[in-house]
Nanobody
Framework: QLQLVESGGGLVQPGGSLRLSCAAS????????IGWFRQAPGKEREGVSC????????YYADSVKGRFTISRDNAKNTVLLQMDSLKPEDTGVYYC??????????????????????????WGQGTQVTVSS
């Protein structure tokens, strides 16, 4: 049974860092692209960052570019999201999601079209991130 489990969330002060982990079980991550999404109270779930599986190309939303780093470790069946210089507006529930297939970088990734909620079919339960002083 395919399962994704997020961990690493918590409360952090503005300017601080957190590292989120997405651990997969029941399938191998190298057959999937992985995305990190977040949902703030009263807002739509948005794509934060995605990584492909053929060439490890990455996408970042403009709001996190230069502060967040996504990486995958297929040997550990895990995808990480390193979040630095956190801001209060980064607060929300963070979800990882998987999209089956063989994906590489290109136009759809670079333009943010790939990293959309409706393109991903398998989801974790989410982890809360709160940035506050």
């Amino acid at each position: 049974q395919l399962q994704l489990v997020e961990s690493g969330g918590g409360l952090v002060q503005p300017g601080g860092s957190l590292r989120l982990s997405c651990a997969a079980s029941g399938f191998t991550l190298d057959l999937y692209a992985i995305g990190w999404f977040r949902q703030a109270p009263g807002k739509e779930r948005e794509g934060v960052s995605c990584i492909t599986n053929l060439d490890d190309s990455t996408y970042y939303a403009d709001s996190v570019k230069g502060r967040f780093t996504i990486s995958r470790d297929n040997a550990k069946n895990t995808v990480l999201l390193q979040m630095d210089s956190l801001k209060p507006e980064d607060t929300g529930v963070y979800y990882c999601a998987a999209r089956h297939g063989y994906w590489r970088g290109g136009y759809y990734l670079n333009e943010g079209i790939f990293c959309k909620r409706n393109n991903f079919g398998s989801w974790g339960q989410g982890t809360q991130v709160t940035v506050s002083s």
